[in-house]
């Protein structure tokens, strides 16, 4: 299939991680309860453009090479300190385009010195666009009908 010249295919995704405190649970080595995730913008789905999505966590946890196969893309776990997360997403063989990877930082504090309450979630969201120039016709046709 051929790619399609002066067509941009734009699709909305948001990026985020969410934390809660985990207040009188809390110990040293854990002390927060979080989830880092990704979907559509407007909350589209996203299975027809996407084949995995791969969160690398920080080496301290087991297993920190976790992969979504489907919806919901996201992982949850517990911990204690705030990192970089490297997203790995990989597109549906049609596509023919080469993986892409987004970095968010997990977020368990709304800033230095200021302390946590077990009453509201630390929230860390970001709006990224995942745009495909050129796209393979096939794909492009198929994820409009969609
Ligand atoms: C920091 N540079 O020092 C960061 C590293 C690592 C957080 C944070 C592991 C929990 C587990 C965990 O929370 N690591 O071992 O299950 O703040």
Redesign the pocket.
């Given at each position: 299939s051929r790619r399609l010249r002066d067509t941009e295919l734009v699709v909305p995704v948001v990026v985020g991680t969410c934390a809660w405190w985990l207040g009188k649970k809390a110990n040293d080595?854990?002390t927060h309860r979080w989830t880092v995730y990704m979907r559509g913008a407007n909350g589209e789905d996203l299975s027809h453009i996407i084949a995995k999505v791969t969160f690398e966590l920080?080496h301290?946890?087991?297993n920190p090479h976790r992969v979504c196969l489907q919806a919901p893309y996201e992982v949850t776990?517990?911990?204690?300190?705030?990192?970089d997360i490297n997203i790995t997403l990989t597109f549906t063989p049609d596509a023919r385009e080469k993986d892409v990877s987004i970095l968010h930082r997990l977020k368990l504090y709304e800033g230095e010195g200021i302390p946590n309450t077990t009453k509201k979630p630390v929230m860390s969201e970001v709006y990224e666009e995942l745009v495909f120039s050129e796209p393979v016709e096939s794909f492009y046709r198929r994820v409009l009908a969609e």
């Open positions: 080595s854990v920080h301290t946890f087991t776990e517990q911990g204690w300190g705030e990192f």
